[in-house]
């Protein structure tokens, strides 16, 4: 149920997110949109994980965000690689053939920051991923 309250939220803002860049990038170098759009929507999206597809039962802290940006940033790096492919290929590309490039790159980046976000960010101490050291479990702790 998470992932799919996971696609809703993040999915909608990612779509949202496509249609700021290509806005912005009328009037900038489109990975500067790109950046500006992604930490808005990185934060945006942050907020609403923790209250609502992973519900934490409040907002998130500064850990969950600065946790958030490490995927972000990869999820960037991937949109905007996919992207600039795009030009180098086809450097007279629509905006209808940018957004789906646009778009699939961030729905493939967002099933990889899905699985962080469930099994690091989010995650209770009981459900993190365990780490064996002989007969005894010790549970994974990730720096703050």
């Given at each position: ?21 290509s806005l912005l990038a009328v009037f ?100 993190r991923p365990v780490r064996r050291h ?11």
């Amino acid at each position: 149920m998470a992932f799919i309250r996971f696609v809703i939220f993040g999915g909608g803002v990612g779509i949202l997110a496509g249609f700021a860049v290509s806005l912005l990038a009328v009037f900038m170098p489109w990975a500067l949109a790109n950046a500006i759009v992604t930490v808005a929507s990185t934060a945006l999206c942050t907020e609403l994980h923790a209250r609502y597809t992973f519900r934490k039962g409040r907002g998130a802290g500064w850990r969950e965000h600065w946790q958030c940006a490490g995927s972000a940033t990869a999820a960037y790096l991937v949109t905007s690689f996919a992207v600039g492919v795009l030009h180098l290929v086809q450097p007279a590309a629509g905006t209808a053939t940018e957004q789906l490039v646009y778009l699939g790159a961030s729905g493939l980046a967002g099933a990889g920051r899905f699985v962080v976000l469930r099994l690091y960010v989010f995650a209770t101490r009981s459900s993190r991923p365990v780490r064996r050291h002989g007969a005894s479990a010790v549970p994974v702790q990730l720096a703050a």
